[in-house]
Structure formats: C-alpha cells, structure tokens
C-alpha cells in the first residue's frame, strides 16, 4: 500500500537520524516508495516556489539510505556489464525519451518527454526538462534540476550533490544553452536562457563579473537570465607574485531575436565572439 507524503517523509527522516531503523520494513518500503516517485517525476528534489528554488532535504536523506540499503549485483545493458548498487532506467518506449547507446540513466532520475540523451550520463536524483538535449559525454550529476528545452553541449560536467542534505544542488533553469566542455558544479544556479560559451567553470565562489557596464560588477554563485557568459581571468596576487585566476564574464544579454532554440554560435556572434 503506498504511503502518504507526511508518513514517507517522517519515516526517512527518523532512520536517517537513527540508521538503526534502516532495516526496518516500513523504512524500507518509504525509502523504495521515494526512489520510485523520483524516478517517476512526481517528485523532485528542488523546486522552483514563484519565488525562489527550494531544497527538499529529506528525499537527498531518502537517496543517501538507498544507496545504505542496497547490495552491489552485476546489471547488463546488451554486451556491456556492470556492477553496481542502482540498477539502471529501463522500458524507455513509452516515455517519449530518445536514448543515444551508451547513454546511461541511474534509476532514481527522471528524464521528461522528449529529451535526448546521447552517449552521456544521468546520475539518481536527478531531474531533466522536456525537449533538453544531453550531448556526448555529458554528465548530470546526483540531484541536478534541468530544465525545459536546455542544451547541455558536449562534454558538459554538471555536479551533484547528496550531502549534507539541504544542500542546494546545480540548477540551469528552462531554455539555457551550455557551451562545450563547460563545468558547473556547487549548487550555481542558471537562470533561464542564459548562454554558456565554451569552457566557462563556475564553482561557488568562481567570481562572475558583469562587464557590460562602465564598472565591472561581482558576483558569485548566479548567473542572471538570459546572460551571456564567457570564460576569462583576473589578477590576483600571492606571495610569489600576482597571477591570473579563473573568472566568468557576463559580456551581454540574449537578444529577443535569439530564440530558446539558437545555437551557442549565434548567441556570441550577436557579441563579436563567434567562431
């Protein structure tokens, strides 16, 4: 029988505060119940309020007791064998989903209708928008919000996060397009439609630094909607002299003549800076 919110939520929270209990059949069954609603959609590990983005900490604490209860056993995917705690998402024919071999979605993940996933990486946890394209090699990490109609670019890394609970994880919100080879990881947030160039790093405390104005601006941890950003550095200086550090640059905005499904290249040719 499935159990309601309120009793899911108070039995993962009571194990994880006494993992004594984790053994126990109902924590067992609430912990199954949550993965399962994760996997499904109908739950999300962070969500936007109309305000902000909030953290459900208690489903990070659900995933965490899962990985606690579960034994290593071999999972084939056609040829290729792996061993591993979480099985693998599977029966993706009626999910409106395209997946890429080797694509690799953990069970736990959601993928929404019409996303691609070509041969890159869905870890538990995690949740991606409608129409999003995963491209080669990319990585989504544990407990990653993204959203609807984003293009993450080829070798994209973005983080997870599990611990501690109520930690925020990596958010790129609707329409935003990650330039290749690009690293977001620390809970940054994108805001929607945000350009990515390549290579940009963003880390918690990565300085973002809008130069669109006659002062440069500072910032970390948000890149603003519809920003454009490119990778660049700044003096900083140490004992043994001053060197340049990694910084981000917001060099413009998106214009209304860019739409959600522009090319990186676009984007930056409207700035002088396509290749």
């Given at each position: 029988m499935a159990l309601d919110v309120t009793t899911l939520e108070l039995l993962v929270r009571s194990a994880f505060a006494d993992r004594e209990r984790i053994n126990h059949a109902d924590v067992r069954e609430a912990v199954e119940q949550v993965i399962d609603t994760l996997d499904r959609g109908e739950a999300r590990v962070a969500e936007f309020t109309g305000n902000s983005w909030i953290v459900h900490d208690w489903l990070q604490q659900a995933i965490l007791l899962y990985f606690a209860l579960r034994e290593a056993a071999p999972i084939e995917a056609g040829m290729l064998t792996y061993w591993d705690k979480i099985p693998l998402k599977h029966?993706?024919?009626?999910?409106?989903?395209?997946?890429?071999?080797?694509?690799?979605?953990?069970?736990?993940?959601?993928l929404a209708p019409g996303v691609i996933l070509m041969p890159?990486?869905?870890?538990?946890?995690?949740?991606?928008?409608?129409?999003?394209?995963?491209?080669?090699?990319?990585?989504?990490?544990?407990?990653?919000?993204?959203?609807?109609?984003?293009?993450?670019?080829?070798?994209?890394?973005?983080?997870?996060?599990?611990?501690?609970?109520?930690?925020?994880?990596?958010?790129?919100?609707?329409?935003?397009?990650?330039?290749?080879?690009?690293?977001?990881?620390?809970?940054?947030?994108?805001?929607?439609?945000?350009?990515?160039?390549?290579?940009?790093?963003?880390?918690?405390?990565?300085?973002?630094?809008?130069?669109?104005?006659?002062?440069?601006?500072?910032?970390?941890?948000?890149?603003?909607?519809?920003?454009?950003?490119?990778?660049?550095?700044?003096?900083?200086?140490?004992?043994?002299?001053?060197?340049?550090?990694?910084?981000?640059?917001?060099?413009?905005e998106r214009s209304d003549s860019t739409d959600r499904k522009t090319s990186l290249n676009a984007a930056l040719r409207e700035h002088g800076l396509g290749q």
């Open positions: 029966a993706w024919r009626k999910t409106g989903v395209r997946v890429v071999p080797p694509g690799t979605a953990r069970y736990g993940s959601y890159a990486f869905v870890n538990i946890g995690a949740r991606v928008g409608e129409g999003t394209m995963i491209d080669t090699w990319a990585t989504v990490g544990s407990c990653a919000q993204i959203g609807a109609g984003v293009h993450l670019s080829g070798g994209v890394g973005i983080g997870g996060v599990l611990e501690p609970p109520s930690a925020r994880p990596v958010i790129v919100e609707d329409g935003a397009f990650i330039g290749s080879r690009c690293v977001i990881v620390e809970g940054v947030l994108v805001e929607r439609e945000a350009v990515l160039g390549a290579g940009v790093i963003l880390t918690a405390s990565t300085p973002i630094v809008d130069v669109r104005g006659s002062k440069p601006v500072t910032s970390r941890g948000r890149i603003p909607k519809r920003a454009v950003v490119i990778p660049g550095t700044q003096p900083k200086p140490y004992p043994a002299g001053t060197y340049s550090t990694p910084c981000a640059l917001i060099i413009g």
